[in-house]
């Protein structure tokens, strides 16, 4: 007995003496230590003259939506056009140091900038909040994005699932070409689900008229919630809302709603986005169960306290959108909304004696 512990003692001081390489720390998920990185950029950002001003506020480890790590890194800027360089300087600082090279070659970086925003939502000069959260886009395919993930978004039965690219494929036996999806499932039974949304999205598509497209979503990943990644994407969101990047802040705002789903606050964002772009139909579409499930709407506690900033065109648009819906829903609608019932006489008694027909 006593042997046999001895050995298992001197096999795992063995195990902890052998050193492992970037590559296989990151097959057992071990990270690199951030304060050492963040030190390193630190004093680098000190040394540059032109990235004066610049102070990195946070560099936090999160989980995306492929299961994949992310170094999030919030800086401050004097300048807009210091984010570039900033995300440089960090990308040049851990590609010199080995460990994090190999962390970089399966994970990725995402550099945001956390300055102050402007009083109101009105913007001079659009800047970039975000680098690199937009891949570059097949216009049709982008659409067709949209118009699943909006279906995605206001249905209950699909929390948690995010449509985060589509690619074209070659042609087979049964099908012009086919589209392969990749994004993440919160339950694999939403998987048939997601397809027929894609089935009724390319029917409506003028893109996709006429031809039989294979729909692949073997690249969709089981996934669990991740509250504190979809917090990062909140953020995000509203830095780029605020510098008037609105396809960027819609992006955010859409991974922010699948590691949230159900938020209403975060849906609100999404209509608003919308309306930013010009896109009224998308944002009627998810702006329609909001308003059915709270009357109120944007004028109710939680939601008039998020956008008091919100004035001018947008909360205008906004809030004419709620009034057209809710016109059309009052019917349905419980309480004073409703119309009263119309009173009904009581039948008399020559109603209910029979009908004499005079000739």
Partial sequence: MMRSRWLR???????????MSGAQAQVLGVDPPVSDLVQQISAQIAADPTLAGVTIQSADIGHTDL?????????????PTQLQPVRAAVLSIMRANPAWNDWLAVNGLTVVSAGLTPPTSVCAVPSPAVVELLPPRDTDLHTLRNMVQDRIEVDPRLGGVLIAEIRRG???????????????????????????????????????????????????VVTPLSPRLGL???????????????????????????????????????V???IAQHQ????????????????????????????ERIQGPLRWTLCKLENRI??????????????????????????????????
Avoid at 67 to 79: D, N, Q, S
Wanted: charged residues 20%.
């Fill in 9 to 19: 003692v001197v096999f795992a001081a063995a195990c902890v003496m052998v050193p």
């Fill in 67 to 79: 299961g994949r790590r992310e170094l999030f890194v919030r800086v401050t800027l004097a300048r």
């Fill in 232 to 270: 990062r994407y909140y953020e995000m969101g509203l830095n780029a809302f605020w510098h008037c990047d609105y396809a960027v802040a819609d992006e955010a705002f859409m991974r922010a709603l699948a590691e949230s789903p159900g938020s209403q606050v975060l849906l609100y964002w999404r």
């Fill in 326 to 359: 809710l016109l059309n829903l009052v019917p349905e609608l419980p309480g004073p909304l409703a119309p009263p019932p119309v009173p009904v006489p009581a039948p008399s008694a020559a109603a209910t004696s029979p009908t004499v027909s005079l000739r």
């Fill in 170 to 220: 070659g042609p087979s036996d049964a099908s012009d070409y086919s589209l392969h999806v990749r994004g993440k499932l919160l339950e694999d039974s939403q998987r048939e689900i997601v397809q027929s949304l894609f089935e009724f999205a390319l029917a409506e598509h003028s893109a996709f008229a006429g031809a039989t497209v294979a729909v692949d979503l073997n690249a969709m």
């Fill in 272 to 274: 608003l986005a919308s």
């Fill in 280 to 307: 009224l139909d998308r944002a009627e579409l998810k702006l329609r169960p909001l308003v059915v499930a709270n009357p109120p709407g944007s004028r109710s506690v939680i939601i008039a306290r998020e956008f």
